[in-house]
């Protein structure tokens, strides 16, 4: 950082004369030129290198040519962001932290996700991103301007607004391997000089990629489609009212968990410890053609699988300018997620060893934020306003149920002289309801105050208390109710008697901050150097399982975050460099531990983040560029005592408290966080004539070695290299273009994660898989007018 800053001085007096050439044009026109790209960070539209933030950012065009169609394939492009599709590493993860998770859990996401000024607390609004403007990822805390749930980051999504001068539209068509099919087109309406609206419509479909050796079929396969209009007003030039609203639906064949036999229990081997049940149970693997191991992507699992989700939302904002640049902004938004009924085992066996059948959870989500920004330009530039949100998750109709034969193939009840049977125990209780309702509300500011063109301060504070509700309760369930006897399987099973759960209720009610303070200082126009301390908090929580009712209290997350930058562009902008090293330390991390029944939330006793990250871009010429980015990431418990692993790794030991087998897992690195992460990304553009243009586009992603279970010897992923590329031909103004495109070109085999195989015995593992895993080659055409 020190060289570039020095380089960027040295070279400072060649870049203003290339700039004094310039200025008249104006800065819009040489960002056109090189590729600037305004955010919103700051919650004002400032360029990138003016915000003093450890933030970067894809422009739609970016996105674009690295092929890349869904919210999860952002994590190829900018280093130390992932992307989990796992209940213990769901959604967005940035310097290694990520979601806690738990099948039934109500807790809010580490890294929250904002589309459009809109907190997303839960499923995917942006099943296509083909009507993209921008993607800017903020790292460490940004709980002064985007709430509670950005405790390590916000992924902060832009969508294109519609526009008032012409009719348009665009349409984009590929086929892939997987009888992939991507498919989706936009229009832009104006209605009147000061009125627009726009559709955009998708459909997405592939088959699956995990073969189901015993059922014969194909799990993993998804369809989706969904639409999104807005509608764009401005009455007069102080006003404007932007009304967006939003319908998702996706369908997938096989279960979510996509399981695979990664290892045996070590009981299943003949030698010291055999165990017969667990020797059984994975008997006939040879014979189904089934190898254990990492690159194992056949599954035996007996019971079908299939889940469903519907992903709805509106909002309206209103921006009303109220003289000397003052500006004041409204967004009201709902959010809603249904979920189908779904079905699955995960016993990794072919025998009916543990299956489950929840209806699926509801979610509703109400939000309302009022802010007030000062003129852009002014000493003192601040955003300051109030926030507001109502969450429910789960509603009356919403059951969990789950059956477990421990026994199975065995018979040890006897339920008469000639009958004996299997016991079938209800680890729901018959038929489990769970619900929770988090009402949350804040007040804040965050801005700058210039002291001088050079040196600037900066400061933000959030204070917002939350208040969470939650129950749970069970009914017998008719189709497994207690002491009757099931005669689908050889030998029968008997429903061991159960009574169900009396109503539990939780609530926790508390109020907390978040903030930061730093400044900047301009060693040169497009030199910057900064530096910020923050505090970030993720409130409280109380929820049950979903299955067994397990009640979870977890306290407050908070994290202190120390951020050292730099911000640089030399040559004319032709070169930009930014860096920053930052210093985390998080108490009372949210995380996820699975206890070998369920995914439960619980607090993590302390944990630290040491690192830095790279983000560099090169306009070779205007036809070549070049950008890449590298985030080193080191992550560390530095208190935390949870769940016995399986199989322990050396320099560990477990110990019993109060019945439950503990181990202290200081110095272990976070579930799921990889030490290294990289990009590097090439695109060129070459002209054939003056109606045909031939383009190329080549993206790496690199991710170390990640460990899924902590102090686990099994729960492992060693480090992966991808590839990606496309090409293609068209008209240079965009009109029309014909591509080809690969994903994971080289086929490298990953996974969403590795964990311990539940409902067995020691040494058992399961690889979790993802479509990311598998190469994917296809063509695409594209069309706009």
Request: glycine share 10%; proline share 5%.
């Amino acid at each position: 950082m020190a060289l570039a800053a020095s380089t960027a001085i040295a070279s400072y007096s060649w870049s203003a004369n290339a700039q004094d050439t310039t200025e008249g044009a104006g800065t819009d026109a040489n960002a056109d030129v090189f590729g600037d790209i305004v955010v919103t960070a700051s919650r004002r539209a400032e360029r990138l290198q003016e915000v003093p933030l450890a933030v970067s950012a894809l422009g739609a065009e970016q996105i674009a040519k690295g092929g890349f169609q869904r919210l999860p394939d952002l994590q190829y492009q900018v280093s130390g962001l992932q992307f989990g599709s796992s209940p213990n590493d769901s959604g967005f993860r940035l310097r290694g932290v990520g979601s806690a998770g738990g099948f039934a859990s109500s807790s809010e996401q580490n890294v929250g996700t904002v589309v459009d000024n809109v907190v997303i607390p839960f499923g995917n609004p942006l099943n296509s991103l083909g009507d993209l403007e921008r993607v800017e990822v903020l790292k460490g805390p940004q709980g002064t301007q985007f709430g509670k749930n950005a405790s390590s980051g916000v992924i902060n999504i832009t969508t294109a607004k519609p526009r008032f001068d012409k009719v348009s539209g665009k349409a984009y068509a590929s086929y892939g391997e997987l009888n992939e099919v991507n498919a989706n087109a936009s229009v832009n309406l104006p209605l009147s000089s000061n009125a627009a609206m726009s559709v955009f419509g998708f459909y997405r479909r592939n088959d699956g990629f995990l073969e189901n050796v015993l059922r014969d079929e194909m799990w993993g396969g998804e369809r989706s489609y969904g639409a999104r209009a807005k509608l764009l007003w401005e009455p007069s030039e102080d006003l404007s009212v932007y009304v967006i609203g939003d319908y998702s639906k996706i369908n997938r064949t096989g279960p979510g968990q996509l399981w695979t036999l990664n290892s045996l229990p070590n009981s299943a081997k003949p030698g010291t410890g055999f165990n017969p049940l667990m020797a059984l149970r994975f008997a006939n693997l040879s014979a189904l053609g089934v190898t254990p191991g990492f690159e194992n992507g056949k599954s035996v699992e007996d019971y079908p699988g299939y889940s469903s989700e519907q992903n709805f939302g509106a909002s309206i904002e209103i921006n009303k300018e109220l003289g000397s640049g003052y500006n004041l902004t409204s967004v009201t938004a709902y959010r809603g997620l249904n979920e189908g009924p779904q079905a699955f085992a995960i016993d990794g066996s072919s025998l009916p060893i543990f299956r489950a059948q929840p209806t699926g959870v509801d979610q509703t989500f109400f939000s309302q934020e009022l802010r007030l920004s000062s003129p852009k330009g002014s000493q003192l530039e601040f955003t300051g306003g109030f926030y507001a949100s109502v969450r429910k998750v789960g509603d009356a109709n919403d059951f969990n149920r789950a059956q477990l034969r421990p026994a199975f193939p065995f018979t040890p009840i006897a339920l008469g002289p000639t009958l004996s049977a299997t016991p079938i125990i209800n680890i729901s209780a018959g038929q489990s309801n769970t619900q929770t309702k988090s009402d949350s509300y804040a007040g804040f500011i965050d801005g700058k105050f210039h002291v001088s063109e050079q040196f600037a301060l900066l400061g933000g504070f959030r204070v917002q208390n939350d208040k969470v509700k939650s129950s749970s309760f069970s009914i017998v369930d008719p189709a497994v109710a207690p002491a009757t006897v099931d005669f689908s399987t050889t030998p029968p099973g008997f429903v061991v008697p159960y009574a169900p759960r009396a109503l539990q209720t939780g609530s926790v009610s508390k109020t907390g901050w978040s903030g930061r303070v730093g400044a900047e200082y301009k060693l040169a126009p497009d030199v910057m150097v900064f530096a910020t301390v923050a505090r970030g908090y993720l409130g409280p929580t109380v929820t049950f399982s979903g299955l067994t009712g397990a009640k979870s209290s977890v306290n407050p997350q908070t994290v202190r975050d120390v951020t050292v930058g730099l911000k640089s562009q030399l040559f004319n902008r032709t070169v930009t460099f930014n860096a920053n090293m930052f210093f985390d330390q998080y108490k009372n991390l949210q995380t996820s531990v699975f206890n070998g029944t369920e995914f439960l939330t619980e607090n993590a006793g302390g944990f630290r983040a040491n690192g830095f990250e790279v983000d560099a871009a090169w306009r070779v010429s205007p036809e070549f560029s070049l950008n890449g980015g590298f985030t080193y990431s080191d992550t560390k418990f530095t208190d935390y005592v949870t769940a016995c692993p399986s199989v322990v790794r050396a320099g560990y030991t477990c110990f019993t408290q109060n019945g439950t087998s503990l181990i202290q897992a200081k110095g272990e690195p976070l579930s799921g966080a990889p030490k290294y992460s990289a990009t590097l990304g090439a695109n060129v553009t070459l002209p054939i004539s003056d109606s045909l243009q031939f383009d190329w586009a080549a993206n790496g992603y690199y991710r170390s070695r990640v460990q899924y279970d902590v102090a686990s010897a099994i729960a492992s992923q060693p480090g992966f290299v991808t590839i990606g590329l496309n090409a293609g031909i068209g008209h240079p103004d965009g009109n029309w273009r014909l591509g080809v495109f690969a994903r994971n070109l080289l086929d490298k085999r990953f996974h969403a994660s590795v964990i311990g195989l539940p409902f067995a015995d020691a040494g058992g593992a399961v690889n979790w898989l993802t479509r990311e895993g598998r190469r994917t080659l296809g063509a695409s055409l594209e069309a706009k007018f």
